[in-house]
């Protein structure tokens, strides 16, 4: 089930994204808003390590801040950013993320997209556990400390 | 009172504390064994803004949140 958030543009989702769903409206919503490149990013979960599929953990107010603070800085691009992702399970060959960045011109967008999903694997509050037998395993090796990490050590 | 939340993996209940600042939090949660490895990749927030600074006051009401590393997708 879908729920908008207080944030535009940020959509998040329990269990896995229906993909066309949200790709069909990203493209009816901007297509139409004179955007001349509407870029689209899918993160499919894989079948490695044995994984059943990952779950996760958001912080939901520090995500809407980090969402918002994008948004401002694609707007002076004249460009908009657009993102929906997945709490709790999402099985292998599911989708768990999709990026999106819509803008006049196509160098700004698909610079754009870049430094978005790059950023956003190194700072959004969200936690990624994979699934073996049934239980949640931290990705400890696959994550990122947070900028200002060990401050309280 | 100040509230401390542990998200994500850290799985620990949140605690309520009369302190003034975080580095008096540092020094009560370093006396407990199961946060040592969360207090070195944690990265701090207050009231939902992430800080650089140990010595910002903390005031009644506050609240501070541990975030261990991330890895959304």
Known sequence: ?153 | MVRIEFLGPIGKEPLDLNISNLSELSEILKKDDSLSIWLKNSACAINDVLTNDKNAPLNDGDKVTMLPPVCGG
């Open chain 1, 1 to 153: 089930m879908k729920m908008m958030t207080n944030i535009d543009y940020l959509e998040l989702y329990d269990g896995h994204l229906p993909v066309e769903t949200i790709t069909n409206r990203w493209y009816d919503d901007f297509r139409l808003s004179n955007y001349g490149a509407i870029i689209t990013f899918v993160g499919v979960v894989r079948d490695e390590n044995n994984i059943d599929g990952l779950s996760f953990d958001i912080y939901e107010p520090i995500l809407n801040s980090w969402f918002k603070s994008w948004q401002s800085k694609a707007k002076e691009k004249g460009a908009i950013v657009l993102m929906a992702h997945s709490r709790g399970d999402v099985l292998n060959h599911q989708s768990s993320y999709i990026a999106g960045v819509c803008s006049p011109k196509r160098r700004v967008a698909l610079e754009l997209i870049d430094e978005f999903v790059e950023d956003f694997k190194a700072n959004a509050p969200i936690w990624k556990y994979d699934i073996i037998n049934g239980k949640r395993e931290y990705a400890l090796d696959r994550s990122t400390q947070i900028s200002g990490a060990g401050l309280l050590s």
